[in-house]
Every structure is written in C-alpha cells, then in structure tokens.
C-alpha cells in the first residue's frame, strides 16, 4: 500500500515535519482561540504573477509544464512554447484596446486556453473577471456592468448569445471572443504587429500590490460581490501551499507529480491551484465537467498523482463502489469493505501519530481481502497513480475520508472563500486529522471569536470588495475577515467547521442547530441527491430530501422495476424511503437528540444550477429553496 510507505518514509523525515510549527494563543479559561503559523514563502517585493511562465521559459524552457487534450491524446506543452503562446495572445489583447488596468471576463469551463488567456491578461497589464460558464444573462449583465469590463472571451456560440443578450441594454456592449469558434487563433492573428517588447513593458510594470483578478462571489443571497485580489495575495496563496505540500510529495512519495484540474476556473480554488502548479512545474491537464461518468475516463487517461477536489466528487466515487457491487450481487461485501476500510484507517492513524498499537493481524488480514475485492478497483477509477488527495468547500464526512485512506489515498482536507484567495487552512501531509481542516496555511492566522465566528488575517486576505465599501466594512476589521463560518480550535490549532453563522436555526424551544453538519453527512448517503435541514422557529428539526437519479436508477435495476417509475410513486415507496431513513440515522448520529431530524419529506426534481437552486460551487441557495418548497415544509409540521 503506497500511503503506508509514504507514511513510514516520512516519519523519519523529522526535517520536513518541523518546517510549519503552529502558535496558539488561550483565553482566561485556556480554550484556544487563537492559532497562526509562519509564512514558508516571503512576500516578492516586485513582480507579478504574470511572470510565472517567462521565468519558467527562461530557466527550463523544455519542462513539461501542461498536457492539453487533442482528440484522444495528451499533447506535451513545454514551459517555452506556453510563454510563447501567452504571449502572442496578450499582444491580441494589447491590438483589441486593452489598456493597462482594464478588464477582461472570461466565460468557460475549465479548458487549456482558459490558463492561456488568465496569464495573458495578465501579461497585457489587465485584469480577469471570471464568469461561470452557466450562468444566467441577468448574472453576466450584473458582473459586467459591476466590474466595467470591456471585452469577453466565451467557450461555446451559447455563452456569447448569454453575454450579447445580457449586455444588450448596456451604452457600450463589449467584445466577444468565442473559443469554439478560433477565438484565441483571431487574438493571435490580431497582435501580430504588436512588438513582443511591448507585452515585456505591460508585464514588468505589474506590481505585487497590482490588482490582479476580480472574483464575483457564488451569491446565495442579493448580488454577487466582487472580492478584489491582487498578485500578493496569489503568491501569498500559491507559493505558501506549494512550499508546505510539495517537497513532501515530492521527497515521499518520489514521484514526479502531475494533476488533472476538473474544478471550475471561475472559482478560485481551480485558479490558484494552476499558479501553484506552474509555480512548481507540476504537469497540469484540464477536464471540463466534475460529473463523475464524464470525468472517471479522463481521469484514467491521464493517471493524475495528486488531485484537488469538492466532497461531491468523493461522495460519487463511493457511491458508484456501492452500486457496481451491488449490480453484481456483492453489496453485503461492499458494506463489510467499508467498516474494514474505517476501522482500519483509523487505527493505522492512530499508530501513525503515537496514538495506539494500529491494527491488529485481524484487522490487517480482512483489509488485504478487501484490498483485492474493493479497495483497487477504487485506485483504478481514479487513474491508478493518485495516493493524495485535497478536498475543500464544504466538509468531507470522516467516515468517507477513513475509507479512500484505506484505499491507498490520502484525503487532506482545506478550508477557504473567495475573499482569503481559496485555502486559509489545510491539513499538514505529515500530520493527518481526518474530521478537521487543518491548522493555518503559512502565513495566515485564525481567530474564534467570542460567538463562534471564524475570523482569518494574512497575506491570502482580499483587500475590498469592487464597488461596495459598505460591505467591506462590514467585514474588515483591522486586517480581519470575518468569514461568517463557526467554528472551533482544538490544542493544536486544526480548525473545524461547524456551519454557517447566518444558517443557524433556533427551534421553538430555543435550541441552537447548525444545519451543515446533518446536510453534510446526508449527501454522503446514497440515494439522497441534495437536501436542506429546517425548523427556525419550529417544535423540531426536519429535512427536504431530493433524491440522487443515478442512485434512484441503480436503485430501481436492483429491485428490477420499471426505470420508468413515476417519482411521485417513488417517494411512498416504504422501501426507498427505509433507506433514505438510514441515511438520516446516519447525520443523526453527530448530534444530540435535541438537534437530529425527527422527520423528512422527499420531494420531487432537483436542486440545480438551472432552477437557480444551486450556486455554481454546488451550495445550496436556502431562501430560494425554502420559498420554493415552503408548502412542503408546512406539511411536514401539520403532521
């Protein structure tokens, strides 16, 4: 088992354990409210992130820094043939009338010419303003006119009608590119009179300081706000990650490291991962969709050794273990795997950080069985290469986490929002704590405040929100970003995460509840989909269940029922609903009886991105959904 070794390996690397030492600071009762950690990359005191790809070009030209797809191969961009090409197209931004400090959006799932055109802008002495490639014509009318952006880079003749019929009331509507119509070929052609010297001249001007990207938040309520974030804040992000994971994996696994980037580049964490990758000259290829059935055959091509994902993706993964077994008349086995693969990732835990004996030849020998039956069939549908694993943007349940670690991957869990650059915590590689989120990343303190809040200072902190003071007062104080998140500090410094602050629910008998820790382990749960907990002001806690179509098929071909089964007939069925009850047994069990759901209702469809129910990171938007299923929660109350 490659983890094990890993592990061992890096026990007697004390040299690299002892690079990130956490100080915590008490209150009057000794409760840790407190925790900050050293920064491991200094602050640049000039450049830019910009120039990333001409110091990679300047000082190993022929690295391998990208693999990009072309029908069914992976062709190898080498560090000098990516400066080349960011380069000819910031000088087709200079020709269009970018000028030092405007802004360009781009509109696209993650894709090789996205990277392209993020250090292009950059390189051209602009700014980018990511949009989520399904969002809505009022959504890009908003994020357009917000930010003054004068020019827009679409993937699909879809996008760029989403844009021209957004922007259609605007005085000045702005120019569209489309990448699936050679967008990026007409950029190039356009510059080609442009000197490259003038793209030096744009770049080398780029300050630390240099507002470098505007992030519009997911908006679960009210307009998206524009987190502004400079190329400090980046590096602060990018090289401090970079400088605590990678001579780890590196020197412990020896392995020369390589990812498969799936998560949006609208969101933040898929962008700073690129600029930690070309920061390392780790092999980066792009998959544009996180659905499961589109993303296992990438992944099995390209054979990624590390990957960063959502607990969405984990979840599926599992899920579909569960289901292929079952197919085959092996769900009892599955099950038995699963408790084999928890006790037995936390017990050789517990050895690994002197805690216990670790597992004992029992234990040992019922893994090695389910090794076989299970376990690698779990490596294989993640390439066969990978053995880490980081998960961020929301909580991965424990459980889950225990099992891929017996698989033979270790799931390293992080914690951040737009506004701190992506990860302000994560968990050390050397100091695994599955049910938390790690300590500090370098260079970054978290504060508990007296409520609970979490509150978060350092270099990865936004400096503003684009066009609303008011709204950045209200959550900067003296260098503070109050993340509206509770949580908690154990004597370590690892944080963990209890739940929004404005998600709270009071019940009618006054008990506090945090939503997020039953939803978080519902949807581990086949076959619940998505789900939201209620009962603000209520005798007792409920849930709206919505269930999971792949789940709701695979469930229907076991039992050998139409695949066609109204869903309405579906959600009285006493058997699917006893399992839907297990999974509520399930989130019970974190909490006290007080707090657990006492009562569920499964309704019809989904919660989605197109019913405006979703954000695009996959976080369920409350008030839209309360509003929309308020008569089903009022009849989950008139019993």
Known sequence: MGVRKDLKRAKQRTDLASRTEVEITRDAKGVVREARTAALAPRPPAGSTADLPFTNAAEAPDAVVLRRRQGDTWHPVTAAAFADEVTAVAKGLIAAGLEPGGRVAVMSRTRYEWTVLDFAIWAAGGQTVPIYATSSAEQVEWIVRDSGT????????????????????????????????????????????????????????????TVATICYTSGTTGQPKGCVLTHANLHAEAANTVELLHPIFKEVTRQVASTLLFLPLAHILGRTLQIACLMARIEIGHC??????ELR??????????????????????????????????????????????????????????????????????????????????????????????????????????????????????????????????????????????????????????????????????GAYWNNPAATDA???????????????????????????????????????????????????????????????????????????????????????????????????????????????????????????????????????????LTPSLKVKRHTVLSAYARDIEAIYRG
């Open 475 to 613: 959550v900067l104080t003296d260098d503070w970003f109050a993340t509206g998140d509770l949580g908690s500090l154990d004597e370590d410094g690892y944080l963990t995460i209890t739940g929004r602050k404005k998600d709270i629910i009071v019940t009618s008998g006054g008990k506090n509840v945090s939503p997020a820790v039953l939803e978080d382990r519902l949807r581990s749960r086949p076959p619940v989909g998505q789900c939201l907990v209620v009962g603000d002001n209520r005798p007792f806690v409920a849930a709206l269940i919505t269930l999971e179509p792949e789940a709701i098929a695979h469930w229907l071909s076991v039992r050998r029922m139409p695949a066609d089964t109204p869903l309405s007939e579906l959600v009285r069925d006493p058997r699917l609903r006893a399992d839907v009850q297990k999974a509520v047994d399930y989130a019970n069990e974190a909490v006290s009886r007080a707090e657990s759901i006492r009562a569920f209702t499964l309704v019809e469809g989904e919660f989605t991105e197109d019913n405006g129910m």
């Open 297 to 462: 055959p990438a992944l099995k091509e390209f054979r990624p050794t590390f990957l960063v994902g959502v607990p969405y993706l984990f979840e599926k993964i599992h899920d579909t273990g569960r289901a292929t077994a079952e197919k085959i008349g092996r769900g009892a086995s599955f099950d038995r795997a699963d408790r084999v693969a928890v006790r037995f990732g936390e017990q050789y835990l517990d050895k690994f950080l002197d805690r216990g004996k670790g597992p004992g030849p029992r234990l040992y020998a019922a893994w090695a069985l389910y090794d076989l039956l299970v376990y690698r069939r779990v490596r294989k549908e993640l390439g066969g290469r990978m053995r880490y694993a980081i998960s961020g943007g929301s909580p991965l349940d424990r459980n889950l986490n225990l099992f891929f670690y017996a698989a033979g991957i270790i799931v390293y869990e992080g914690y951040g929002l737009t506004e701190t650059t992506a990860a302000a915590t994560i968990v050390p590689p050397l100091k695994p704590r599955p049910g938390t989120v790690g300590p500090p990343v370098p260079g970054t303190a978290v504060r508990i405040a007296d409520d609970g809040e979490v509150l978060i200072r350092g270099g990865i902190v936004f």
């Open 288 to 293: 544009p969709s996180i659905k499961p059935d």
């Open 150 to 209: 004068r020019f827009v880079v679409t993937e699909t003749a879809e996008n760029a009608e989403t844009v021209t019929t957004g922007t259609s009331g605007h005085q000045e509507q702005p120019r569209i590119w489309q990448l699936d119509a050679s967008g990026t070929a007409e950029l190039k052609t356009l510059g080609a009179a442009i000197p490259d010297e003038e793209v030096t001249k744009r770049r080398t001007s780029l300050t630390p300081d």
